[in-house]
């Protein structure tokens, strides 16, 4: 029962930020969600294709932080997963461990030149000016056009590298080029749900006793009423938690943010496995249009004498990964100033930095901890 005493908090957006802040919030709060689709879940919400579970791009989850664990271990089982990921070398014909590993640098064809590159590397720390300095810098041009400067490009949407910040904790997983450890992610746990349907009862379950609304599209906020305009009427907060692009909410008075779309390709193949037993996942750097493969069942563990492929493509028609250069953070800087009292703008969308699944729930626990006290 809804306690009219308490007061109320209305959250724009329904992924993992937006769940996670609604489950920590409900017992001091009245609150509301408001979702555009018909589920909640975001990207990460579970779909089936030939009852393939498949999830909008793969979505491991990883984290240093035991806080975020917990809290995500607190509704649904997390069993530990290790991604091992390729690159495909067009020039070289060839598949590489990627983060790059020194032990395929001796079979490239231009080892000799790379080695010597790296030794210059070496002798100064890389130079964090942008995106390809840094790279440059770091492992040496050849490197860096083999496996950074196509990708990056296609990935973001971008005519060069100089114009991404040197904001790198979500590039490189470490150091540049490793010895032997050929996980992603090798300093931290990482995992993923043990359930078939892996983190849609998550949501589920975050959501019980919450008021959530769905197939409602916000339209607009107006800062000095507190008013959000959707699909379905209007509706106000004491407190406004938002993790929708900001530029929509205000009216595009700072015009637009950029933000690199993708849309998904499903490939079945009458094959048990199709990638090699410990792939996860392939980049392709070169200039092909797709940029990753993914072999779902290597993450899910769906049992089918098929396999599903999901092929990435880069697109204009959507906006998932906010597009961090210079310009587009002091634009978001802007939309900053005009976030009323008591509102907070969170996840990869609400604060437009690619953030995955740990930095949402991250974002959730620190305005519980504001609210809640």
Not at 94 to 119: A, C, G, R, T, V
């Amino acid at each position: 029962m809804t306690n009219s005493n308490k007061p109320k908090v209305l959250i724009l957006g329904g992924g993992f930020a937006g769940v996670t802040s609604a489950h920590l919030l409900k017992e001091k709060y009245n609150v509301t969600l408001l979702e555009a689709a018909s589920k909640t879940g975001g990207g990460c919400l579970t779909h089936y294709y030939a009852d393939h579970p498949y999830t909008f791009g793969p979505r491991i989850f990883f984290s240093k932080d035991e806080e975020v664990i917990s809290t995500l271990n607190s509704l649904i089982k997390i069993r530990e997963f290790e991604t091992v990921s390729l690159s495909f070398i067009e020039n070289d014909s060839s598949f590489y461990d990627y983060p790059l590993q020194w032990h395929d640098i001796d079979k490239m064809p231009d080892s000799k030149k790379i080695k010597s590159e790296i030794e210059i590397c070496e002798k100064s720390s890389p130079d964090m000016t942008d995106f390809e300095t840094y790279w440059k810098t770091a492992v040496g041009e050849t490197l860096y056009e083999k496996f950074v400067d196509n990708y990056s490009k296609k990935m973001w949407g971008i005519e060069s590298n100089k114009n991404l910040t040197a904001n790198f904790e979500w590039v490189n997983r470490g150091t540049p080029i490793r010895d032997g450890d050929r996980r992603l992610y090798n300093d931290q746990f990482q995992g993923y749900p043990e359930a078939s349907d892996g983190y849609n009862s998550f949501f589920e379950k975050a959501l019980t006793d919450v008021n959530v609304i769905t197939d409602c599209k916000v339209n607009l906020f107006h800062p000095e009423e507190r008013l959000v305009k959707t699909s379905k009427g209007d509706f106000t907060g004491d407190i406004i938690i938002n993790t929708l692009p900001v530029d929509l909410l205000f009216n595009k008075t700072y015009g637009l943010l950029q933000y690199a779309g993708r849309r998904l390709l499903k490939i079945m193949l009458p094959i048990e496995q199709a990638l090699p037993s410990d792939t996860t996942w392939i980049h392709y750097s070169g200039k092909e249009m797709h940029t990753r493969v993914t072999e779902m069942k290597k993450i899910t563990l769906h049992k089918s004498p098929n396999t599903l492929l999901i092929v990435e493509i880069p697109d204009t028609n959507s906006r998932y990964y906010p597009v961090q250069t210079s310009h587009e953070i002091e634009r978001f800087s802007k939309y900053q100033n005009l976030f009323p009292e008591n509102f907070y703008s969170i996840g990869r969308h609400g604060s437009f930095k690619y953030k995955g699944i740990p930095d949402a729930i991250r974002d959730a626990l620190d305005v519980s901890i504001d609210l809640n006290g």
